[in-house]
């Protein structure tokens, strides 16, 4: 029964229950390839960014393939959709960079473990994800309707 009721949950939320998986997956991905860039000698600059990049191309293919099943290998529709999706984590990362000093200004700057701003860290990140989600959701991995053979 309860395994029934868990195949119900998974198929009515497939979708939400992958982007978290895969996004958990992401995060590793970026922390991972930032260690290994930092023991590799380069900046820490260099080493965040280059580790941004491992990240949004590992959620791209995730998200693609995965998540949102555009399973599209045509050129056009691969530039679009990695153009668009970069794009739009781009426009995220800055409006998270741009809100995460608003958000400590107007008080969200407690401690939480000895680490300071996390508050403001976990209210950036919940609206990067939502946006994130929102995007890839209705503008970047649109799925096209089929017609029917009337042309209808």
Excluded at 33 to 55: E, H, K, Q, R, T
């Amino acid at each position: 029964m309860i395994e029934s009721q868990m195949r119900k949950m998974y198929g009515e939320h497939k979708e939400g229950i992958l982007y978290v998986f895969f996004g958990g997956f992401t995060v590793l991905i970026s922390l991972a390839s930032y260690m290994a860039f930092v023991w590799l000698g380069l900046d820490l600059n260099v080493s965040n960014i280059l580790s941004w990049c491992c990240g949004v191309v590992f959620a791209f293919i995730a998200n693609k393939w995965f998540v949102f099943s555009s399973k599209s290998t045509e050129t056009t529709t691969l530039v679009r959709e990695f153009g668009s999706f970069v794009g739009a984590r781009i426009f995220t990362g800055a409006l998270a960079a741009i809100l995460f000093p608003i958000l400590l200004s107007m008080g969200l700057d407690g401690d939480f473990m000895g680490t300071a701003g996390f508050l403001a860290r976990i209210v950036t990140s919940i609206i990067e994800i939502i946006l994130n989600w929102i995007f890839s959701k209705y503008l970047i991995f649109v799925k096209k309707e089929k017609n029917n053979a009337d042309g209808v």
